[in-house]
């Protein structure tokens, strides 16, 4: 989630152990590179003013490191400023600026609207909630992934991720508005890989105590390229909003959704994960991240939360190093390497 100003509402309790054959690798490990959705839900701004994506410099670091993937949040509002119309020429072109370079690195690029089940609203102005009374329609938001989807399903780097965090509709009303989407998606021809958010922040500890699993159980789609994306972090609340973690939490919180998806052979994509240099928080992340490889039967990959150019050298769980051109790697990247 994006810490400017969500909160993930999370926890679990058993530990899944490893499937008995040898796993395959994970092979998308990477980092998500905020920028895109900063001052989001509106339709204007200047980019490297009011958001940014990300740069060649940043991508080489990551790169560099052995990582396969970005995670690129972008605020939908400015991708499609009008209901059901074209998307912006503009913000198009710049997307496909850092997935163009992301492909000569060998890096898989995911577009993430970064909109918390939320999407622009051009007759009023406004962010609405969508498949719910009162908010957009589901066939609304459809149209943006069929529109989306048609304007790089010829890029075999991308990801398609639905949405970041929905957390007020119900687990059943973001069902229905995920499917249509997908629906939408498949209905291009495009091929890519689909990542699907639940309710309630797509808490990776919640999800089955959410009503997140019980809802997407027995759910299919045409390709079966798919991944239930969640995200877990690992203070007290799993907000991600503290520098302290809690103590063994990092081996067993990802524990239940992992059994759920192994009894339905299902895939998972721990989309944002994060923690402070703090060392206990050092250990429980290399837990988690040690967690998603013995399991990698059905962990897809990860993208750590977070690098960014605009996120200050203070933010506790930031990745990017200071200097990019003679980099030193931040205490976090330790864990992360070992995954690699």
Not at 42 to 59: D, F, K, M, V, W
Not at 239 to 257: E, H, M, N, Q, R
């Amino acid at each position: 989630m994006t810490r400017l100003a969500s909160i993930c509402l999370l926890g679990l309790s058993f530990v899944a152990t490893a499937a008995t054959s040898a796993p395959v690798p994970v092979k998308l490990k990477g980092v998500n590179i905020s920028g895109g959705e900063y001052n989001g839900g509106n339709t204007s701004g200047r980019l490297n003013y009011q958001y940014t994506y990300p740069s060649n410099a940043e991508i080489d670091y990551y790169a560099g490191k052995g990582m396969t993937v970005i995670r690129m949040p972008f605020s939908g509002a400015r991708i499609q400023p009008v209901n059901n119309a074209a998307l912006s020429v503009s913000e198009i072109a710049n997307l496909q600026k850092v997935i163009t370079y992301s492909a000569s690195k060998g890096v898989t690029v995911i577009l993430d609207p970064h909109d918390y089940g939320r999407k622009y609203d051009s007759v009023s102005g406004t962010m609405k909630l969508i498949g719910v009374p009162g908010g957009l329609p589901s066939a609304n938001f459809a149209d943006f992934w069929k529109r989306l989807a048609i304007a790089f399903k010829s890029q075999p780097n991308v990801i398609f991720a639905l949405m970041n965090e929905p957390n007020q509709q119900t687990p059943a009303q973001w069902k229905a508005v995920a499917t249509d989407a997908v629906t939408a998606i498949r209905s291009t021809g495009a091929t890519q890989k689909i990542l699907i958010p639940g309710s309630s922040w797509s808490g990776a500890h919640s999800w089955v105590s959410s009503g997140n699993a019980a809802v997407w159980q027995g759910f299919t789609e045409p390709r079966n390229n798919f991944a239930f994306e969640v995200h877990q972090y690992l203070d007290s609340n799993n907000s991600g909003t503290s520098d302290i973690c809690v103590l063994g939490k990092g081996k067993d919180v990802l524990s239940s959704a992992t059994l759920w998806a192994r009894a339905n052979n299902y895939k998972l994509f721990l989309a944002e994960a994060g923690w402070s240099q703090q060392a206990t928080c050092l250990s429980e992340g290399a837990a988690m991240m040690n967690y998603t490889s013995a399991n990698a039967d059905v962990w897809a990959g990860w993208t750590y939360w977070s690098g960014g150019s605009w996120w200050p050298q203070t933010y506790m769980y930031l990745l990017k190093p200071a200097n990019l051109a003679s980099p030193v790697d931040k205490p976090q990247m330790g864990a992360l390497l070992n995954n690699l």
